[in-house]
């Protein structure tokens, strides 16, 4: 606030007032003193006009913007975690067979070809192991020099399968390794998603339960200013009665102040009636 002679001037200045604390002027502007400094020009025709604008905080301050915003958040996040928690499939995983066979050394033809069809008969993950891999490369190295007992097409697929075979088993051990390492991330994975799935349904828990008290509180901010309806209602009507109380209690006082002299005059009254019908007594009582 400023003033030049009678004019005042809005300087926009601020204060904030807090409960229990005090704080009165505006150091920035002018002192505290000069505010009733006649010299000084600070009240316009006696009078200064003081603007302030009051805001009061909720009865039941339980949420903030801050808190609504981090409310935002988490809700945001629970969403994404249940709806990821419902994309994941749970195909069961195939483990891989040790199936496991012992194999002797051998050179002879005849037993190279006998051994070849047992061989040829196991699944490719048995054929991997160390025993029956080298029985494997043995074997067709042996037929590989004597093919004169199978079929063009069989000496074909023989001399084929005798160079591609550690090419092939050295893919099973890469897809193996693979499999496995999938096997392990998956079973990390599983463990991670059990985690969400019981921080997810401990959320929503918490979620029903807060909605549960917001309602509560709802409610009760609603009882509170049907309260508070009552209160000013009952104090309205108190001041109603307080009026008439008043004008009654004047009039009995004013009615006090006389009831000394009415007593005395009553009592006078009295006396002088008790004589008047002594009187008519004695007199009646000269006829009767």
């Not at 004019?7 to 009165?24: D, H, P, V, Y």
């Not at 000069?34 to 010299?39: F, V």
Request: proline letters at 3%; hydrophobic letters at 30%.
């Amino acid at each position: 606030m400023n003033s030049t002679m009678s004019m005042s001037t809005k300087q926009g200045a601020q204060c904030k007032f807090e409960k229990e604390k005090s704080r009165w002027g505006y150091p920035s502007l002018f002192p505290l003193s000069k505010l009733h400094d006649k010299n000084g020009g600070y009240l316009v025709d006696g009078t200064c006009v003081i603007e302030a604008e009051v805001s009061v905080t909720d009865v039941f301050p339980v949420s903030t913007d801050e808190s609504v915003n981090k409310l935002r958040d988490a809700e945001s996040i629970y969403t994404k975690a249940e709806s990821l928690l419902k994309s994941i499939s749970k195909e069961p995983t195939s483990s891989v067979s040790d199936g496991t066979i012992t194999v002797p050394s051998f050179k002879d033809p005849a037993v190279a070809k006998e051994r070849f069809n047992k061989l040829i008969s196991f699944p490719l993950n048995d054929l991997v192991d160390s025993e029956h891999e080298t029985a494997m490369i043995e074997t067709l190295s042996i037929l590989g020099d004597n093919l004169s007992s199978f079929s063009d097409d069989q000496a074909k697929q023989i001399k084929q399968l005798k160079d591609d075979f550690p090419i092939t088993k050295q893919k099973w051990r890469d897809s193996v390794r693979v499999k496995v390492n999938c096997e392990r991330s998956l079973s990390i994975f599983e463990k991670t998603k059990n985690l969400l799935e019981v921080s997810v349904k401990n959320e929503n828990g918490i979620k029903t339960e807060l909605e549960e008290l917001k309602s509560r509180e709802k409610e009760l901010k609603e009882e509170l200013k049907k309260l508070q309806d009552d209160s000013r209602r009952l104090v309205m009507e108190r001041l109603e009665l307080s009026k008439q109380t008043q004008q009654i209690y004047a009039l009995a006082e004013e009615q006090a102040g006389k009831i000394k002299g009415n007593e005395e005059e009553m009592s006078a009254v009295n006396k002088n009636l008790k004589d008047l019908k002594s009187n008519w007594e004695s007199m009646k009582s000269l006829f009767v």
